[in-house]
């Protein structure tokens, strides 16, 4: 009797491991914040992000086209209602009427079409956030009374910029004026001075496209505290050599998550697409709290749905 090992064909032969599927999380019962426009006569809703009590989550991407459908069919079914936001106060409803695919961002979104209805005094709005009729973080919403732009309030914005361009080492651009592409206000609370949020570039016009040389872009918001003047409370600044061409913009703002505190939405213009950025304001500081990504791997706050 001899012993004999195993043939050769068996010892190289790999581990095979059995695949186990990725479990997905249900569609149903979920809260997801939209951005909106007026398209015409009509409107349009695409989902931005999922509001969590923790935090937000991102909505379905390129990965999932599955789940796009699957969305639509949850969410923006057939007479599916929605309450509108613009500066932080309601300005009317929407009623999904058929659904489509947004193609604006960098991953494709499902997109819910329908009537909008507009409140007294809200006539013009053309852009706003918006949530399912359903749900609400708070009903103490004020009436719809945004910021009148004055002299003086552009003018602080230039003095921000002003003070902010050498203590970041940054290259004066030719016209502070004409580098600023971006002017909003709004207020954090009805009896507050307006807060500022502006955005200039340099070597930029504030659009998705390839960046030059020298481009940087800036985003930055001040607040009128204790009545000494303009103050600057956050600073986003983004030289395109060194860390990509990232503009920022702001699109709205709300109480998302029913702290009284306001989120501020923003969209983010790079080189070959756009993307969403949120800021949340802790005590007296604004901190980036989610930002999509254009490139999936890098994005921190995403979830396979």
Not at 18 to 30: E, H, N
Not at 151 to 173: E, F, H, K, T
Not at 188 to 199: C, E, G, N, S, Y
Not at 268 to 279: A, N, Q, V, Y
Request: with cysteine; hydrophobic share 35%.
């Amino acid at each position: 009797m001899t012993l004999e090992g195993p043939p050769e064909s068996l010892t190289q032969s790999p581990i095979i491991k059995p695949q186990v599927a990725q479990k997905t999380t249900p569609l149903d019962g979920r809260t997801f914040l939209y951005l909106g426009s007026t398209i015409g006569e009509e409107a349009s809703l695409i989902p931005i992000v999922e509001i969590l009590p923790s935090g937000f989550l991102s909505t379905p991407t390129t990965s999932y086209q599955e789940r796009i459908k699957e969305f639509s069919a949850s969410y923006f079914e057939l007479g599916s209602q929605f309450t509108l936001f613009s500066d932080g106060s309601r300005v009317g409803t929407f009623i999904t009427t058929h659904t489509d695919i947004n193609q604006d961002y960098c991953h494709p979104r499902p997109e819910g079409r329908g009537i909008i209805r507009l409140a007294p005094g809200a006539e013009e709005v053309q852009s706003f956030l918006a949530l399912a009729r359903d749900f609400t973080t708070t009903s103490n919403f004020t009436d719809y009374r945004p910021v009148v732009q004055t002299r003086a309030l552009r003018q602080a914005s230039i003095d921000m910029v002003i003070d902010v361009i050498p203590s970041l080492g940054a290259s004066w651009p030719p016209s502070v004026l004409e580098s600023r592409k971006a002017l909003n206000f709004f207020r954090l609370q009805p009896d507050h001075k307006p807060t500022i949020i502006a955005t200039f570039t340099r070597n930029d016009p504030l659009e998705v496209g390839p960046s030059l040389a020298g481009m940087y872009s800036i985003l930055l918001i001040g607040a009128n505290r204790e009545e000494i003047g303009y103050q600057t409370t956050y600073v986003d600044y983004r030289p395109a050599s060194t860390a990509g061409k990232a503009a920022g913009r702001y699109l709205n703002h709300l109480d998302l998550n029913g702290d009284g505190q306001s989120e501020v939405v923003l969209e983010m213009l790079g080189e070959k697409s756009k993307w969403i950025s949120i800021l949340g304001l802790n005590e007296q500081t604004w901190n980036k709290t989610y930002s999509d990504s254009c490139e999936p791997s890098d994005a921190p706050n995403t979830q396979i749905f």
